[in-house]
């Protein structure tokens, strides 16, 4: 097979853009209950119906106040005349030297410009109210479209929906939103090596974890894997389950079986079976990466190590799926960093180095590497905060030294 791309491979912004270029939105959408719409994209904007909260209301519990709105001076004096409470407002309009006592939320009354915070007014004998201290610029008074006017966007299409999307569709009176469908993901795990967990290990095996790995990865990120798939390294039974996946989801996805050994059939069954874009990435960990297309659709050969399976999924198979459910594609966001200890590295290949963040006794942010690198060894993934992004060119690093990473944590809201 010929090589379309720099022997050494392809840098991983490269990559990316190639991915990404030849990717569409899925076609498909449904309509969700808000409770069920967490973490899935919308399919339109979303609008407002009317205005929010509708009414003026009181930001805090107090009184409110018949007049302009000036303010008031110190010793003025009012008539009690009513109260307003949330969903029981005050019948009417106050007239000036008029006063409601009013509760945090509570619509404000016609007529009324001004709340006072009830620990400035003194209740005297009767029904007069007298301010006895002196009162700031703030009328205490929220506007009537504070949340949403008529025909405002609340969410955008392509929006990933978080816990504030869906309350502030509740509190806009949305109750359903349509969605983007999702892809649906096959992941096929190939070698002859692999024993399920479970069972008992013959002599030069090992435990099937990239599948586990990939599966939990996936629904972190909001994707679930509609099949799984773990073959023997043979080609005819890798070339059926190829197939298999392909005519049953929208991305294929694979481990192993992309690099040019023996027993590496992935890659040239991807070429039979459809078309091999590209198939090593300039990166470490993550060399032996293939992207192409079974039967029409998209192709994903991760590593067989399973922290570069990991890391490469992160970098190209999750922006693939955000562009493929019609999402705002999001990257992982990026920050500086001082090494919290010396660092020495082969130099050859830009390096994502997983390690922890920490923070130092002047309040700055360190990274800490925690025991190898080794794209084999899972353990070096466990409470990894960042992937800091390490030169080709470099071999040593002093601590306090500054590089950008990648912060491995999700967004709450």
């Not at 498909?28 to 719409?37: K, M, R, S, V, Y």
């Not at 008029?98 to 400035?120: D, F, K, N, Y």
């Not at 349509?178 to 096959?186: C, E, F, N, S, T």
């Amino acid at each position: 097979m010929g090589e379309p791309f720099p022997p050494e491979g392809l840098a991983l912004e490269e990559a990316r853009r190639q991915v990404l270029s030849g990717l569409e939105p899925l076609a498909g959408e449904e309509t969700l209950p808000l409770d069920a719409a967490l973490g899935r994209v919308t399919a339109a904007a979303l609008l407002a119906s009317e205005t929010v909260p509708g009414f003026r209301a009181s930001i805090m519990d107090g009184y409110a106040l018949g007049g302009d709105g000036a303010i008031p001076a110190e010793g003025s004096r009012w008539r009690l005349v009513g109260r307003a409470a949330p969903g029981a407002p005050f019948g009417r309009a106050l007239l000036p030297g008029e006063a409601v006592r009013i509760l945090t939320g509570a619509p404000v009354p016609g007529g009324s410009a001004r709340v006072l915070p009830q620990e400035l007014v003194l209740l005297e004998q009767g029904d007069a109210l007298r301010l006895q201290r002196p009162v700031g610029p703030n009328p205490w008074i929220r506007a009537a479209d504070e949340e949403a006017e008529p025909g405002q966007v609340l969410c955008e299409a392509g929006r990933r929906l978080g816990p504030a999307d869906l309350a502030r569709l509740a509190s806009c009176g949305v109750p359903l939103v349509p969605v983007r469908r999702r892809p649906r993901i096959g992941v096929l795990i190939s070698g002859d090596e692999l024993t399920p967990v479970g069972e008992p290990r013959r002599p030069g095996a090992i435990w099937e974890s990239n599948g586990t790995l990939l599966q939990a990865l996936l629904a972190r990120l909001g994707y679930g894997v509609a099949q799984r798939l773990v073959v023997a390294d043979t080609p005819e039974a890798l070339r059926a389950a190829l197939e298999q996946l392909a005519s049953a989801c929208d991305v294929v996805v694979s481990t192993g079986g992309v690099s040019a050994g023996d027993s590496d059939w992935i890659r040239p069954l991807v070429a039979e079976l459809g078309t091999v874009a590209f198939w090593k990435l300039f990166l470490k960990p993550g060399r032996p990466f293939a992207f192409g297309q079974v039967r029409d659709r998209p192709f994903f050969g991760l590593p067989g190590n399973p922290v570069a399976a990991a890391v490469t999924a992160l970098q190209l198979l999750w922006p693939a799926l955000q562009r493929l459910e019609g999402a705002q594609v999001q990257l992982l966001p990026r920050l500086p960093v001082q090494l919290a200890a010396p660092l020495q590295r082969p130099a050859g290949r830009p390096e994502l180095a997983r390690a922890r963040l920490e923070v130092g006794p002047a309040g700055e942010l360190l990274a800490r590497l925690d025991g190898t690198q080794a794209s084999s060894r899972i353990g070096s993934l466990q409470g990894a905060d960042l992937l800091l992004e390490l030169p080709a060119a470099c071999a040593s690093l002093e601590a306090g030294a500054t590089v950008w990473a990648q912060w491995l944590r999700l967004p709450i809201f």
